[in-house]
């Protein structure tokens, strides 16, 4: 491509860009200068994990060590121990199985009632809401201070909800439309899990759910959901109705145009969500720390066992943190351009 | 109070299908009727999964914790005793033995003090009066009046703290954490962002390295931070030992110890920033860019002219999300120095978790619910007054 | 005729197994699963290395669950009281024995003990014994560890200073100052004169009953240090507490910049790599000083009963007054030392609603642990966590050589621990209900504020004292004091 020369005059050629496609010499420097910084900030810290983890406890006492073979000699003791030794991994598998399971109903729960939002009007009566609320402390009342077994107070509970529906119901009329469950699926997500985790934990303990994969799971699907519904809503309300109508209009089911059409037309933001929440369910300590002992123990539990009365042995850690991240990095990459297309689109809406 | 625009919904009316009246067999008649009442509550069925779930998850431990946070919780043979004391719990909180810990400890106003909050106090009186006299409705007024009135109780607790030279407590804690990081890793963020749309090589690879550390887990993240934090031991001791500061410790002093909080959670969420606000700062209007170009705008110019208005209501949302996930702080604060010094670094969260810790789950609830209603005050605000004006245009 | 000389012989090779010691018979457990839940770390440690061994012998899998150590009582706590009762069998400290033993979920392990011989009881160490393993009379824990705390210091930079090791607080502080910054080990690094953890939620309110209960306790461990044992009044409002925050400020003059962020894991190798003068801890820096992994103080350590006073609190004035043959009967040259059994001792209890089979077997496991064949071997090794208890692990045998003490730092370590079991006036720790309100929040809460220079020591001492006020208050007074007193064994 052949430009006429640059004439302008030293300071102009040296700050002012030519076009928008090319960069001026000062400002290009400026920018990868900058760049090339924040890289270091960002790799830093995890090539002095990845180097800590092949160090022995003296060499961490001892002061920084920076470079293997040239600062110390490194040693393999804590990845042996890590990946054989010590029981990492039933945990690994547990993490694994539990974001990505949780990961995947969310997605799924959370597109379909986005889908449902957008495409279907709904209207539910303020009176409903109440009834239910009235009875969820009725119930809780009754099991605690009256002892009465939570299964006959739910059944009750249930039979009096209908009863209020078909009596009050038909006398009061005001209703809550799409607007207002969006806002309420999406603002569960304020709730801070301390908050919620102890009624969950006793909520499990009743099941005999407690330290298994099944409970973490459900409580991860449901403490994503909001996100999902967040970003896939308006995923949905971009796409254009014609396709889906043509083929409601050639008799498909809902069911079926939500599966063939809708979700496939935004994969993109559907990939996008996909990583996110995977990252939030894979990182996960607060809920996994109540609801987990030994047997459905995650990563980032045992990330933080190594915590002991002697002191943080940071070189298990260390191995621990990069176990850790490898996979996600691996499908980071894999996915990237749609994770940032995703978001866009999901936070242009949202 | 509506919390999305819906612009686009398309509504349509459930029940709409195509029936074709042909005389059919039996056993496939009734498969039809079956897959007709499907697909006519299809509506119903497809929120049912999401709804149920949220309410045995959210709505059900949410009234449950409301229960236990005005109770006292003791352990007796074989089960456990809840005694309901009313409010106590938040009474102490506010006004008893344990105000120190959420609020801070108050000292005497001076004359400083007094100016702040009567300026303040005037700037929310005259933002509600604004709105009284345009366009008032009771329900936007309520909400305002909820709003002005946290801001106004949150300011005055830190001049009674902070300003009069008092200690503050978790509460102002969180809300440090909360918006001077957030507003820190939005501006990082944006810095990075407008820097890797440049026309430069290795995009993808940058955004791939700068995404990483949101993929540490946090409690990872704030134990990698403890170790480079080491004045002794880390990777900067040398640097700790030049500039003579070896002998003194971060973690002693409550504002650098909050400030190695912020470092650490900086670290960690300015990617997620970065990663959205690229995509947007890409998405610019190259027509607009270009002629602006042409017209010979310098570079500031165009950012005001042009991308801002462009990512205004992206970052809004970003902030929106990175504010609601922000207050929930805890990993970095307990691993980093356990709360203190003293009470410097104690976060809400942390402190309903140390609660917990020793069977006070009376007290643990009611933190709990305090931190709740002020991250939903907070977003509600920020969404209505913030993420709705910025989206004013679109 | 045949089956019958059958029965008899194996019951014949039967009592033979028996009576040469070992805890249970070889198969006597098959397919039985015992989950014990512990800390992460050291304790998790040797319980892990012993399993394997037990499981040979008796066929019991031992499933040893670790979890940090700030969650572990809320962990079995919660287990047990909710009725999940995943967890057979824990590892604890003896202070939260009473929470499990008020509701109910502690195995009372006394005919099993009385059964036992393999234990040997009586060698345990008689406080130990007597205090840690039981409460209102019963026997629920076995002792697998002996903590209390002691004085570490510096023998070759003492004896180059001439100085000897502090006998009292005020000795002690004088040694930090006169040491601190000087050059212990010849490389030219400044080292401190004195490392306490002051970490806020470790082990810091451990510290300070140390130097108040060297006041406030001279009549014997039954005197308690933490409450009147008339009314249940915090002791706290007194001479003696103000002077022991006195001291917690003062040595911080002369410690690590980072004291304030430190815990017992930092101030261990602080010591270990050769930095501190004098270092208070439990019982493991006497094992991890000759660890050649990891130490340079081998040979350069020694260890003391923890400094006394020559000062006593008189309860109702609430002054100091000198030590006398009466308000200090135990004095040894006219100084008082009252060691802190801080924590008690790592002892393994029993969940009471595991199936008979389970119990017996978590009990044989904790025998054979506990049993002076491994238990004198796994307390001269650092990373175990388990330090003296046994009478018999108190003189220098076979395995401290082994272990690698040499006779001379033996003499000093294995001496000042039998310096402060046999010490009539030790303090027991706090025992009541919900003692963790007491110390782990409010305690500490107020010393790490104290240190970090937030309240002034008048406020410390109100809001300490206000606050168990207001537990007592909560609780039920009365009720807290004849747990109080029960435990203390007063009248």
């Excluded at chain 1, 009329?173 to 899990?193: H, Q, T, V």
């Excluded at chain 2, 149920?52 to 109770?71: E, Q």
């Excluded at chain 2, 609020?103 to 106090?121: C, D, I, N, Q, Y």
């Excluded at chain 3, 004088?174 to 806020?200: H, P, Q």
């Amino acid at each position: 491509m052949n430009r006429p020369p640059d004439t302008r005059p030293l300071m102009r050629r040296l700050f002012e860009r030519r076009s928008l496609d090319t960069l001026a010499p000062v400002p290009k420097f400026a920018t990868y200068a900058i760049l090339l910084a924040w890289t270091f900030v960002v790799l830093f810290p995890l090539y002095w994990v990845l180097v800590t983890s092949l160090k022995i406890q003296i060499q961490v006492d001892a002061g920084p060590y920076y470079i293997p073979f040239v600062d110390f000699t490194p040693h393999l003791d804590a990845w042996n121990f890590m990946l054989f030794q010590n029981n990492t991994l039933w945990p690994y598998m547990n993490s694994i199985v539990v974001a990505l399971t949780s990961t995947i109903l969310a997605l799924l729960f959370g597109s379909m009632a986005a889908y449902a939002l957008v495409r279907i009007r709904f209207q539910v009566k303020l009176a409903a809401i109440i009834a239910f609320i009235v009875l969820v402390i009725g119930v809780i009342v009754a099991v605690v201070e009256f002892a009465v077994p939570w299964q006959v107070a739910i059944l009750a509970a249930i039979v009096l909800f209908f009863l209020a529906l078909t009596s009050i119901g038909r006398r009061f009329k005001a209703a809550l439309g799409n607007n207002d469950i969006e806002f309420w699926m999406i603002s569960n997500r304020i709730m801070p899990p301390i908050v919620a985790v102890l009624p969950i934990y006793v909520m499990f303990q009743h099941l005999k759910l407690l330290d298994t994969q099944i409970a973490l799971i459900s409580t991860y699907t449901a403490v994503n959901l909001p996100i999902v519904v967040w970003l896939t809503r308006d995923f949905f309300a971009g796409i254009p109705l014609d396709l889906e109508e043509s083929a409601e209009i050639d008799g498909a089911s809902k069911f079926r145009v939500f599966f063939t059409i809708a979700l496939p037309l935004v994969r993109s933001g559907l990939a996008a969500t996909f990583m996110l929440v995977l990252i939030l369910a894979w990182n996960e300590y607060l809920l996994a720390l109540f609801l987990s002992n030994a047997n459905a123990q995650t990563m980032p539990v045992l990330v933080s066992a190594q915590n002991t009365t002697r002191g943080p042995q940071w070189w298990y850690m260390s191995v621990l943190i990069v176990i850790m991240i490898v996979p996600v990095i691996v499908i980071a990459a894999f996915l990237q351009k749609h994770i940032a297309r995703g978001l866009l689109i999901g936070a242009v809406k949202g | 109070m509506p919390y999305l625009s819906v612009n686009h919904s398309a509504f349509c009316n459930t029940g709409r299908y195509m029936a074709v009246n042909v005389s059919i067999p039996n056993e496939t008649d009734r498969r039809e009727r079956v897959a007709q009442w499907v697909d006519r509550h299809s509506g119903r069925i497809m929120v049912l999964p999401a709804v149920l779930i949220l309410l045995a998850f959210a709505i059900f431990p949410l009234i449950a914790s409301a229960y236990l946070s005005l109770s006292r919780f003791a352990l007796a043979a074989g089960s456990f005793k809840l005694t309901f004391i009313g409010f106590y719990n938040y009474t102490r909180l506010f006004l008893g033995v344990q105000q120190y810990h959420f609020l801070g400890t108050f000292k005497p106003f001076g004359p400083l003090e007094w100016t702040l909050l009567a300026g303040v106090m005037l700037l929310l009186a005259a933002w509600l009066s604004r709105y009284a006299l345009t366009g008032f409705t009771p329900l936007g007024f309520a909400g305002r009046l909820i709003t002005a009135g946290l801001i106004g109780a949150v300011w005055f607790v830190v001049l009674a703290t902070a300003v009069a030279g008092g200690i503050p407590g978790t509460l102002l804690n969180t809300l440090l954490y909360v918006f001077v990081g957030v507003f820190v890793q939005f501006v990082l963020g944006l810095a990075l962002a407008l820097l890797c749309a440049q026309p430069i090589r290795s995009r993808s690879w940058f955004r791939v390295i700068f995404f990483i550390p949101v993929m540490v887990t946090p409690v990872g993240v704030a134990y990698i931070f403890r170790m480079l934090a080491d004045m002794q031991k880390g990777p900067f001791a040398p640097l700790s030992h030049f500039l003579g500061v070896s002998q003194w410790s971060w973690a002693t002093e409550a504002w650098s110890a909050r400030l190695m909080v912020l470092i650490g959670d900086t670290w960690q969420w300015t990617p997620f920033m970065f990663i959205v606000l690229l995509a947007a700062v890409e998405n610019q209007p190259r027509d607009q860019l270009e002629a602006a170009h042409l017209d010979g705008a310098g570079p500031f110019q165009i950012f005001k002219d042009i991308t801002w208005p462009t990512i205004a209501p992206v970052a809004a949302t970003v902030v929106l999300i990175r504010l609601i996930e922000a207050f929930k702080i805890i990993d970095m604060p307990n691993v980093l120095t356990a709360g203190g010094p003293g009470l410097a670094t104690e976060s809400l969260t942390l402190h309903s978790f140390i609660s917990w810790r020793t069977q006070d789950l009376g007290g643990s609830a009611a933190v709990g619910y305090l931190l709740l209603f002020v991250s939903t005050i907070t977003c509600v605000s920020f969404f209505n007054f913030v993420v709705r004006y910025t989206r004013r245009y679109q | 005729m045949a089956s019958k000389l059958g029965v008899f012989s194996s019951a014949l090779v039967a009592m033979a197994l028996a009576s040469t010691g070992l805890p249970a018979t070889a198969g006597e457990f098959d397919g039985v699963t015992v989950n014990v839940m512990t800390q992460t770390g050291a304790i998790q440690e040797p319980l892990q290395r012993r399993a394997p061994e037990f499981e040979k012998l008796t066929g019991a899998k031992i499933n040893v669950i670790a979890v940090p150590f700030s969650d572990l009582y809320q962990k079995v706590l919660t287990d047990w009281a909710s009725g999940t009762n995943s967890v057979d069998a824990a590892v604890f400290a003896p202070q939260w024995m009473v929470d499990y033993v008020a509701g109910g979920y502690l195995e009372d392990i006394g005919a099993r003990v009385a059964k036992d011989k393999d234990i040997q009881w009586n060698d345990i160490a008689p406080f130990f014994r007597d205090f840690s393993s039981s409460y209102g009379g019963k026997t629920y824990l076995v002792p697998l560890d002996g903590d209390f705390h002691m004085l570490y210091y510096r023998t070759d930079v003492f004896e180059k200073a001439g100085l000897k090791p502090p006998t009292t607080w005020d000795e002690y502080l004088a040694d930090a100052k006169a040491l601190n910054g000087k050059d212990f080990n010849g490389d030219g690094t400044k080292g401190y004169g004195s490392c306490i953890a002051k970490k806020r939620n470790a082990q810091s309110y451990w510290f300070v009953t140390d130097v108040v209960g060297s006041m406030t306790q001279a009549k014997g461990t039954s005197q308690g240090t933490f409450f009147n044992t008339k009314d249940m009044t915090p002791l706290v409002d007194n001479a003696a507490f103000r002077k022991a925050l006195d001291f917690l400020k003062e040595s911080s003059k002369y410690g690590p910049p980072d004291e304030l962020n430190m815990d017992v894991s930092d101030t261990r190798p602080l010591f270990t790599s050769g930095k501190c003068a004098l270092n208070l801890d439990w019982g493991d820096v006497g094992v991890l000083a000759i660890d050649p992994a990891t130490s340079k103080v081998i040979d350069k350590t020694g260890a003391t009963i923890m400094p006394g006073s020559k000062e006593v609190l008189n309860w109702d004035t609430g002054k100091l007054e000198a030590c006398t043959k009466d308000t200090c009967p135990y004095a040894i040259d006219g100084v008082n030392h009252a060691p802190y059994a801080a924590f008690g001792g790592w002892s393994g209890g029993i969940n009471t609603k595991a199936s008979d089979k389970v119990k017996d077997a978590a009990y044989a496991f904790y025998s054979y642990v506990s049993a002076p064949a491994q238990s004198n071997v796994d307390v001269t090794i650092g990373k175990t966590g388990f330090n003296p208890y046994r009478v018999s692990q108190l003189n220098y045998s076979d395995s401290w050589k082994t272990g690698g003490m040499s006779e001379k730092a033996a003499a000093l370590y294995l001496g000042a621990i039998k310096d402060s079991l046999n010490s009539p006036n030790m303090i027991l720790d706090l025992r009541i209900p919900q003692n963790q309100k007491y110390q782990q929040v409010t305690l500490d809460e107020a010393i790490s504020r104290f240190l970090a220079g937030e309240i002034d020591e008048e406020t410390t001492i109100k809001t300490i004292s206000d606050g168990w006020k207001d537990l007592n208050d909560q609780i039920g007074t009365s009720d807290q004091l004849k747990f109080y007193k029960n435990t203390l064994g007063a009248k």
